[in-house]
């Protein structure tokens, strides 16, 4: 009796382990889209995206690169480069209103992620993270944040992290986010008042929601959602959502 007490005890106390990090950011409409932008997304083929691609307000002219091919409902393109749709503001309803209610959506996210308080870790190596390990948690920092080497984020498949930096996110030339104990992409939000850029090779992990532009360059490689409010730029790129 004594035992099975104990081994009831025990599952409990496992069931009961809790995730680690900050509360999740919803990014409600805004997370159907592995690429949503304000002002426009262009790519230098050939990108592979994985995912649906949208820009609001802003017409279809806005995708460039892409060699769209409108469907017959004219709600929305196709596209070589896209395993998926493509969206922007002049195609048939109800795309445009749609697409209204997700860029709401994205300011709606960038501005709860900005405005989490409590940091768990402030201006962490003075933003120059290349080599470190990152735990779940809340991180801030008030300038722009640098990545030399490649940096881990190492965690469970339930913990969180949202990384704020005031100023620009940059990943160096072949630097890699590289996750680990089960750590899942979507689970990672940076949050990014500057702008977001990376070098050729580099590779990225996570939601972005960007203040300002994104750009990967030449054989960049995203497992990960880019929000924009201006503008993604890809070049050779591929990006997985």
Same mark, same amino acid.
């Given at each position: 009796?004594?035992?099975?007490?104990?081994?009831?005890? =025990?599952?409990?106390?496992?069931?009961?382990?809790?995730?680690?990090? %900050?509360?999740?950011?919803?990014?409600?409409?805004?997370? #159907? !889209?592995?690429?949503?932008?304000?002002?426009?997304?262009?790519?230098?083929? %050939?990108?592979?995206?994985?995912?649906?691609?949208?820009?609001? %307000?802003?017409?279809?002219?806005?995708?460039?690169? @892409?060699?769209?091919?409108?469907?017959?409902?004219?709600?929305?393109?196709?596209? /070589?480069?896209?395993?998926?749709?493509? =969206?922007?503001?002049?195609?048939?309803?109800?795309? %445009?209103?749609?697409?209204?209610?997700?860029?709401? $959506?994205?300011?709606?996210? @960038?501005? $709860?992620?900005?405005?989490?308080?409590?940091? #768990?870790?402030s201006n962490l190596a003075s933003g120059a993270i290349g080599g470190l390990i990152l735990a779940p948690g809340l !991180?801030?920092?008030?300038?722009?944040?640098?990545?030399?080497? $490649?940096?881990? *984020?190492?965690?469970?498949?339930? $913990?969180?992290? *949202?990384?704020?930096?005031?100023?620009?996110?940059?990943? &160096? &030339?072949?630097?890699?986010?590289?996750?680990?104990? /089960?750590?899942? &992409?979507? #689970?990672? +939000?940076?949050? +990014?008042? /500057?702008?977001?850029?990376?070098?050729?090779?580099?590779?990225?992990?996570?939601?972005?929601?960007?203040?300002?532009? *994104?750009?990967?360059?030449?054989?960049?490689?995203? #497992?990960?959602?880019?929000?924009s409010q201006t503008f993604v730029a890809l070049q050779k790129a591929t990006v997985t959502n």
């Amino acid at each position: 009796m004594l035992s099975s007490l104990f081994t009831i005890s =025990f599952l409990a106390a496992l069931g009961s382990v809790a995730a680690v990090g %900050p509360a999740a950011v919803n990014l409600r409409t805004a997370g #159907n !889209y592995a690429i949503l932008a304000k002002t426009g997304v262009s790519t230098v083929p %050939p990108s592979v995206i994985t995912g649906s691609v949208a820009v609001s %307000p802003i017409a279809a002219a806005a995708l460039t690169g @892409f060699s769209l091919t409108l469907d017959s409902t004219g709600e929305f393109s196709t596209s /070589g480069q896209v395993v998926g749709k493509l =969206f922007a503001a002049s195609y048939a309803v109800p795309t %445009p209103a749609t697409l209204t209610v997700a860029i709401g $959506d994205l300011g709606t996210a @960038f501005t $709860d992620a900005t405005g989490r308080v409590n940091p #768990n870790f402030s201006n962490l190596a003075s933003g120059a993270i290349g080599g470190l390990i990152l735990a779940p948690g809340l !991180y801030k920092w008030t300038t722009g944040v640098s990545i030399g080497s $490649d940096v881990t *984020i190492a965690g469970g498949a339930t $913990d969180t992290w *949202i990384f704020q930096v005031s100023g620009t996110l940059t990943i &160096a &030339a072949a630097k890699k986010m590289v996750l680990t104990g /089960g750590a899942l &992409a979507s #689970n990672i +939000v940076w949050v +990014v008042t /500057g702008a977001v850029t990376a070098s050729a090779g580099s590779h990225l992990e996570g939601v972005i929601l960007g203040k300002t532009s *994104i750009t990967l360059q030449t054989g960049t490689t995203a #497992n990960s959602r880019l929000l924009s409010q201006t503008f993604v730029a890809l070049q050779k790129a591929t990006v997985t959502n």
